[in-house]
């Protein structure tokens, strides 16, 4: 295993920062002020978008001619910095391992560098692969893993996935990952660590390394 793919947020940091939260407000925003839909209607409208096709904006391309870059761009509007700050103990977890690292979000890649900038981190990475790479389609659908893995130049037996998210985690086993899962809850049997943060990373890799 000689590359880490990373989530980006509630992976890279804490869920309880809540950075979610300030981007979910606005994709609710950017439904009712931009799109049109009325707000008694949005929850339910992204329910069933993330039902069908795993994010908000694949419904909003497919049934409302949304444009995605606009969406983007809007959704993605938020102070990062007012809820994030540098983090030493990550930073020193990162430089500490030797493997080739990318992050790989739903996201954008202005936000994901973002994030890695407020976390003092953005230098561990190689690249950041949003929701760009394979035509807007999310994880976890497999269209997006393939084209990251053929980007690396890489077989997903020599990945290991980092990841806050069950659903996506499935997917990277399926396809032959190494999978650890960030947060807290139960540990469904595809994952193969299970970590409280981020911050243990180098921790969880010592299950490969018993394994060979």
Same mark, same amino acid.
């Given at each position: 295993?000689?590359?880490?793919? !990373? ?12 950075? !979610? ?5 606005? +994709? ?13 209607d949005v929850d339910a409208l992204r329910r069933r978008y993330w039902q069908l096709y795993g994010v908000t904006l694949q419904g909003l391309i497919r049934h409302h001619g949304v444009d995605p ?13 007012? +809820?994030? #700050?540098?983090?030493? *103990? ?13 992050? /790989?979000?739903?996201? #954008?890649?202005?936000? *994901? ?10 230098? /561990? !990475? ?70 409280? #943060? ?8 010592? !299950? ?5």
């Open positions: 295993m000689d590359v880490l793919i !990373f989530d980006l947020d509630n992976t890279l940091y804490p869920a309880e920062k809540q950075l !979610f939260g300030l981007i979910d407000v606005r +994709i609710n925003r950017y439904m009712t002020e931009v799109v049109g839909i009325p707000a008694p870059e606009d969406y983007l761009s809007y959704v993605h509007d938020v102070d990062v910095r007012s +809820i994030l #700050s540098p983090d030493p *103990a990550l930073h020193r977890v990162l430089s500490g391992l030797p493997h080739r690292k990318a992050v /790989f979000t739903n996201g #954008s890649t202005c936000h *994901a560098n973002r994030v890695l900038a407020a976390l003092g981190i953005e230098e /561990f !990475f190689e690249d950041v692969y949003d929701i760009r790479v394979a035509a807007y389609l999310p994880k976890p659908w497999t269209e997006p893993y393939h084209a990251v893995l053929e980007k690396l130049g890489t077989s997903p037996d020599r990945c290991i996935m980092i990841e806050d998210s069950r659903d996506n985690l499935a997917t990277a086993k399926q396809l032959g990952m190494g999978t650890i899962l960030v947060g807290a809850g139960q540990t469904p049997d595809y994952v193969d660590v299970h970590l409280d #943060s981020a911050r243990q990373v180098h921790a969880g890799l010592t !299950f490969w390394d018993q394994a060979s």
